[in-house]
């Protein structure tokens, strides 16, 4: 079956980084666009990037623009997200999702704290 495993999330202070790793596997991973999205306590799921199956396109959202990259390695079947200059506002539960519109399948999240 379709599995997509997170990993990298954790407590950061404000600017700090991380980066997030996802490893997919059950699936033809280089036919997916792959979406990174975040979901903070009380509010909607929202997609932060998302990166063409090739990897010569990516979309991000203007809440992260310039401060997160996203990218994947199709030879090792996962996508990574870079956040940099985090903020207190980023702290969230990020979620790997592959397919785009809709997401097709997701993984079961990495908690993202950056504390003040």
């Known amino acids: 079956q379709v599995q997509l495993v997170e990993s990298g999330g954790g407590l950061v202070q404000a600017g700090g980084s991380l980066r997030l790793s996802c490893a997919a596997s059950g699936l033809t991973f280089s036919r997916y666009a792959m979406g990174w999205f975040r979901q903070a306590p009380g509010k909607e799921r929202e997609l932060v990037a998302a990166?063409?199956?090739?990897?010569?396109?990516?979309h991000y959202a203007d809440s992260v623009k310039g401060r997160f990259t996203i990218s994947r390695d199709n030879a090792k079947n996962t996508v990574y997200l870079q956040l940099n200059s985090l903020k207190p506002e980023d702290t969230a539960v990020y979620y790997c999702a592959a397919g785009i519109e809709p997401p097709q399948y997701w993984g079961q999240g990495t908690q993202v704290t950056v504390s003040s």
């Open positions: 990166i063409s199956w090739t990897g010569n396109s990516a």
